[in-house]
């Protein structure tokens, strides 16, 4: 699945930020962010994923982008709960607050290409409005079924399926080798009754 490089790496940046700096549960251990210095060292980690071109926010940038991990993750619950009306609710919140608008921009001898800023104008803000904008096109395209939290036991981390196949449920290898040992064993145990 690819909506376009660029637009899959913002959906991408979208849902490693929410994994960032959202609290919840990770690999059946609780997960907390980590404290503001190095959540700003590891949000610009993200960016640079995102974009190799990505300039480091300063660390109140940074956690500053990082607050809005709550709403991002709030299209990815919805979705996940099978409401895409509400999850496009969501989207259209952050977007209204964030006011995007296209630019085209290019680096050193590469091509034009589209890019988003945000009214604010402020490196924290035009990320928060590329990564917001980057959800919404994937909720108005059909892979909006592709983004959605992790289907493993004690994990709530998100995902975004970007298999040919379009069946991955978990937001890492480790979450989906669990539930496939855990299914095995049940398998396994089962049988062992059956032939008891």
């Given at each position: 699945?690819?909506?376009?490089?660029?637009?899959?790496?913002?959906?991408?940046?979208?849902?490693?930020?929410?994994?960032?700096?959202t609290p919840g549960l990770s690999r059946t251990r609780p997960y907390q962010p980590p404290p503001d210095g190095e959540l700003a060292e590891r949000t610009n980690a993200v960016l640079r994923t995102a974009d190799r071109h990505a300039h480091a926010l300063?660390?109140?940038?940074?956690?500053?982008l990082a607050a809005l991990a709550p709403r991002l993750r709030a299209v990815f619950e919805y979705l996940a709960a099978g409401d895409q009306d509400r999850a496009a609710g969501a989207a259209n919140a952050l977007l209204a607050?964030?006011?995007?608008?296209?630019?085209?921009?290019?680096?050193?001898?590469?091509?034009?290409?589209?890019?988003f800023r945000s009214?604010?104008?402020?490196?924290?803000?035009?990320?928060?409005?590329r990564l917001a904008l980057g959800l919404a096109t994937a909720l108005g395209s059909?892979?909006?079924?592709?983004?959605?939290?992790?289907?493993?036991?004690?994990?709530?981390?998100?995902?975004?399926?970007?298999?040919?196949?379009?069946?991955?449920?978990?937001?890492?290898?480790?979450?989906?080798?669990?539930?496939?040992?855990?299914?095995?064993?049940?398998?396994?145990?089962?049988?062992?009754?059956?032939?008891?």
């Open positions: 699945m690819d909506f376009d490089s660029h637009n899959t790496a913002m959906v991408q940046g979208a849902a490693d930020l929410v994994n960032l700096a300063d660390e109140a940038q940074a956690v500053r607050d964030l006011r995007p608008f296209p630019v085209l921009e290019r680096h050193r001898d590469e091509p034009w290409h589209l890019y009214t604010p104008g402020d490196e924290a803000s035009d990320w928060a409005a059909r892979f909006a079924s592709r983004l959605g939290l992790c289907s493993a036991p004690a994990c709530d981390r998100v995902y975004v399926d970007v298999s040919r196949n379009g069946t991955r449920r978990f937001c890492s290898t480790p979450c989906q080798n669990r539930v496939k040992s855990a299914a095995h064993r049940a398998r396994a145990q089962g049988a062992d009754r059956q032939g008891g």
